[in-house]
């Protein structure tokens, strides 16, 4: 059964950056985008580079690291076939940002 965690308030990341955030489900990057929040796991899937600290462009994150892309609104991997992050749905509930995990 899912279960919602709060993040943060929606204050706490301004637009255009991003944050990392320990919780119980592991490590979560949340980006503020013009069209929303997305959350995603921080940890590339390729050595664990930390997406939070990632440029992003175009809708997709680039990992410090190696220069990964994974789209923020699915997790998918745009310049290598095959790898994927995990996303959570992002849920804004007065003024505070929530995760479906
Ligand atoms: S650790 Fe992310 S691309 Fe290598």
Not at 7 to 14: C, N, R
Not at 81 to 97: A, F, N, R
Request: charge should be neutral.
């Amino acid at each position: 059964m899912p279960s919602s965690i709060k993040l943060a308030a929606v204050s706490d990341v301004p637009l255009n950056q991003s944050k990392c955030f320990r919780t119980a489900a592991g490590t979560i990057a949340l980006f503020h985008q013009p069209d929303g929040f997305y959350a995603l796991d921080d940890a590339c899937p390729h050595r664990d580079g930390p997406l939070s600290e990632g440029p992003v462009k175009d809708g997709a994150v680039a990992c410090p690291w190696h220069q990964w892309l994974f789209r923020l609104k699915d997790g998918v991997c745009t310049n290598i076939p095959g790898p994927k992050v995990k996303t959570y749905p992002v849920q804004i509930i007065k003024d505070e940002i929530w995760i479906t995990l």
